[in-house]
């Protein structure tokens, strides 16, 4: 295993709010990172490193989809039962879980920021690749390529040079499309509030995505101009870290408000 990579679990003394952190498919929880010193102390955080990833390129090919799916959606059970409120942060793949959850689950979620919402894909050249670089190994210099540095972190999988061991994983990608197509479908019944952010150089989602997303009613759609999949510019972190900033301190307002209510036994 990928010691770098683990699940994250934070359970402070008394606490009815708990953030739970969806990750992409060969990401981690770490990739949210930048978002956790926003978290208020009281809350509780739940990371998920979903089955197969911070380990070696086979063990993709060892799980699948609907493993994926049971991990989600157990911790979501476990959650729901101890913590009053749900707040989540999603990336890539992680937000199609997110989404189904809210379609499914409308009452116990706050909020949600999403990262990436592939409701519309293509690979660039340039992802291509990227994909292939990390793949492989390689290590790209921060400075001179943030791009494909921000997606060697954010990758989990331990490189094999060999880049046919990566055969295996076409069942995920197809098992992951079919994923998309699901989720398109139960968008409409999505109520619960969500900050969403597309970037405008993608490598992996395509801006064919941004009409439906920009439809949406629950859907607040900020379109990053300078970033990637897994890359922000300062720039553009400050705005998602506003935005969740903001999300955090609207939930301990209405928190605020309902402990006035029972305290007051009503």
Not at 3 to 13: A, L, N, S, W
Not at 64 to 83: C, D, E, P, T
């Amino acid at each position: 295993m990928n010691g770098q990579y683990h699940h994250i679990f934070r359970d402070p003394p008394g606490a009815d709010t708990v953030v739970l952190l969806l990750h992409g498919i060969l990401s981690a929880p770490q990739y949210f990172r930048f978002l956790l010193d926003d978290i208020p102390q009281q809350y509780a955080v739940s990371g998920i490193l979903l089955d197969g990833h911070g380990a070696p390129a086979k063990a993709i090919s060892g799980t699948n989809m609907q493993i994926w799916k049971a991990q989600v959606h157990g911790q979501f059970r476990r959650l729901s039962a101890q913590y009053r409120h749900i707040i989540v942060a999603a990336h890539s793949m992680g937000t199609l879980f997110a989404l189904q959850l809210a379609a499914e689950h409308p009452k116990q979620i706050r909020a949600m920021l999403l990262l990436g919402v592939p409701l519309a894909v293509h690979l660039t050249p340039f992802g291509a690749l990227c994909s292939a670089a990390v793949g492989s190994g390689y290590h790209p210099a921060p400075n001179r390529f943030p791009r494909a540095y921000a997606m060697q972190q954010a990758c989990s999988i331990l490189p094999d040079y060999r880049l046919w061991r990566y055969l295996p994983w076409i069942p995920r990608y197809l098992e992951l499309f079919a994923e998309i197509s699901r989720t398109k479908n139960i968008l409409h019944r999505v109520a619960v509030p969500c900050a969403v952010f597309q970037s405008a150089h993608d490598e992996l989602v395509s801006v064919r995505a941004l009409p439906q997303l920009a439809a949406h009613p629950s859907f607040r759609l900020r379109v990053l101009r300078e970033s990637s999949h897994f890359y922000y510019t300062t720039a553009d972190e400050a705005r998602i870290r506003g935005a969740w900033r903001k999300m955090l301190r609207c939930n301990q307002h209405l928190r605020g408000k309902t402990s006035g209510i029972n305290e007051k036994g009503v």
